[in-house]
């Protein structure tokens, strides 16, 4: 299928319909969250998320492949193009890689104001092991030029956003494509993909925000200048107003989570639990480098919580602190800092597109 992006001059493109709003959840946002589905917190205490329970953020319908026609394409600045089926591209060699996945709007709905997008709470994210063919493999068999600057991912799913038509495209610097990490995976948890993750083949980008993570993949195309897509150039950028051109989101800012203890009020959410020992958890990650610790605030006294070594060095790690819950109202909360020195903030990292917003997790529970 031909790509169908084009870039539309005019006086503000925008990546969402409307200003942020201090007013309640529209219908709009209503239909995109029952849409897309975030991962439900208890699902912390496992290792890899289950493909039914790991996130998802679908921008457009989820495309109806059929694998039996489906092909590849790897071209333009390159010595040799290359068009591979899914079979050829299965007797490849292939690596297996645990990546935590975020969506880089995890945190938008506690935004004050609020941008319009998908209401994200906290649980836009997931781990999972993806298995496939390293992209520097492909690129090392297509034999890239020396004037190339970035890679352009382009999947099947196509609608509108901002006015402009489009298939879902972004694009990786050179540099960042020819890690060895980065995957053209066509089995998630040991599995075929399932649907709404890209069946039958995704970009995994390890360390970056989920946007990168390419789904439906149709071709790669080297190029020889900067990408200027809708979801490259207007979508997904760090901005003050409508008007800032922005910094680009990139890789995942340090994140920790934690499982609710106890068992939750049905709509309220709030949780109770019995007085006595119990074991506090939850997970950490950060793109930017590796975890080197977690702290869990109680009644807003931090202790150091241990933690576990994770899978991988872009996968979660799990943390864990014991507690001993004295009967009444108390407010938990988790932050983390990664190898670079950042920690999460404790108030609201406020932008214009509601990116990146890592503040840190609060819960209230109620100990009887």
């Given at each position: 299928?031909?790509?169908?992006?084009?870039?539309?001059?005019?006086?503000?493109?925008?990546?969402?319909?409307?200003?942020?709003?201090?007013?309640?959840?529209?219908?709009?946002?209503?239909?995109?969250?029952?849409?897309?589905?975030?991962?439900p917190?208890?699902?912390?205490?496992?290792?890899?998320?289950?493909?039914?329970?790991?996130?998802?953020?679908?921008?457009?319908?989820?495309?109806?492949?059929?694998?039996?026609?489906?092909?590849?394409?790897?071209?333009?600045?390159?010595?040799?193009?290359l068009?591979?089926?899914?079979?050829?591209?299965?007797?490849?060699?292939?690596?297996?890689?645990?990546?935590?996945?975020?969506?880089?709007?995890?945190?938008?709905?506690?935004?004050?104001?609020?941008?319009?997008?998908?209401?994200?709470?906290?649980?836009?994210?997931?781990?999972?092991e993806w298995?496939?063919?390293?992209l520097?493999?492909?690129?090392?068999?297509?034999?890239v030029?020396?004037?190339?600057?970035?890679v352009?991912?382009?999947?099947?799913?196509?609608?509108?956003?901002?006015?402009?038509?489009?298939?879902?495209?972004?694009?990786?610097?050179?540099?960042?494509?020819?890690?060895?990490?980065?995957?053209?995976?066509?089995?998630?948890?040991?599995?075929?993909?399932?649907?709404q993750?890209?069946?039958?083949?995704?970009?995994?980008?390890?360390?970056?925000?989920?946007?990168?993570?390419?789904?439906?993949?149709?071709?790669?195309?080297?190029?020889?200048?900067?990408?200027?897509?809708?979801?490259?150039?207007?979508?997904?950028?760090?901005?003050?107003?409508?008007?800032?051109?922005?910094?680009?989101?990139?890789?995942?800012?340090?994140?920790?989570?934690?499982?609710?203890?106890?068992?939750?009020?049905?709509?309220y959410?709030?949780?109770v639990?019995?007085?006595?020992?119990?074991?506090?958890?939850?997970?950490?990650?950060?793109?930017?480098?590796?975890?080197?610790?977690v702290?869990?605030?109680?009644?807003?006294?931090?202790?150091t919580?241990?933690?576990?070594?994770?899978?991988?060095?872009?996968?979660?790690?799990?943390?864990?602190?014991?507690?001993?819950?004295?009967?009444?109202?108390?407010?938990?909360?988790?932050?983390?800092?990664?190898s670079?020195?950042?920690?999460?903030?404790?108030?609201?990292?406020?932008?214009?597109?509601?990116?990146?917003?890592?503040?840190?997790?609060?819960?209230?529970?109620?100990?009887?």
């Amino acid at each position: 299928m031909k790509q169908i992006y084009k870039h539309r001059q005019s006086a503000r493109l925008a990546p969402h319909p409307g200003e942020p709003t201090t007013g309640p959840l529209t219908a709009e946002e209503l239909q995109l969250a029952v849409r897309n589905h975030s991962m439900p917190l208890e699902a912390l205490r496992r290792d890899l998320t289950p493909p039914g329970l790991h996130y998802v953020l679908t921008h457009f319908d989820i495309p109806d492949t059929d694998a039996a026609p489906w092909h590849l394409q790897v071209k333009g600045a390159v010595e040799r193009s290359l068009e591979l089926n899914l079979a050829a591209l299965k007797r490849d060699p292939a690596i297996t890689v645990p990546v935590t996945l975020e969506c880089a709007g995890n945190g938008r709905s506690l935004l004050k104001p609020r941008p319009l997008s998908q209401p994200w709470v906290l649980e836009g994210v997931g781990t999972a092991e993806w298995t496939g063919v390293p992209l520097a493999y492909l690129l090392a068999k297509a034999r890239v030029l020396p004037g190339a600057v970035e890679v352009v991912f382009t999947g099947a799913d196509a609608g509108i956003q901002g006015g402009v038509r489009q298939q879902y495209a972004r694009s990786l610097p050179i540099r960042e494509a020819l890690r060895p990490d980065v995957v053209l995976a066509y089995k998630m948890n040991g599995s075929d993909l399932p649907p709404q993750h890209g069946y039958p083949l995704r970009l995994v980008v390890p360390g970056w925000y989920g946007m990168a993570s390419v789904k439906w993949l149709q071709s790669i195309d080297v190029v020889t200048v900067p990408f200027e897509g809708f979801q490259q150039k207007v979508a997904y950028k760090y901005q003050d107003n409508a008007d800032d051109a922005g910094v680009p989101v990139s890789r995942i800012r340090i994140r920790s989570l934690m499982v609710p203890p106890g068992i939750p009020d049905f709509f309220y959410r709030k949780r109770v639990l019995p007085h006595g020992p119990v074991m506090l958890q939850g997970r950490a990650w950060s793109g930017e480098g590796a975890v080197t610790a977690v702290e869990v605030g109680i009644d807003g006294q931090w202790v150091t919580a241990h933690l576990e070594k994770p899978a991988g060095p872009f996968a979660w790690c799990k943390w864990t602190l014991p507690w001993v819950a004295d009967p009444g109202e108390h407010e938990l909360s988790c932050r983390a800092t990664d190898s670079t020195g950042a920690t999460q903030p404790l108030a609201q990292n406020w932008n214009y597109q509601g990116m990146g917003n890592n503040v840190a997790q609060r819960v209230s529970v109620t100990v009887e």
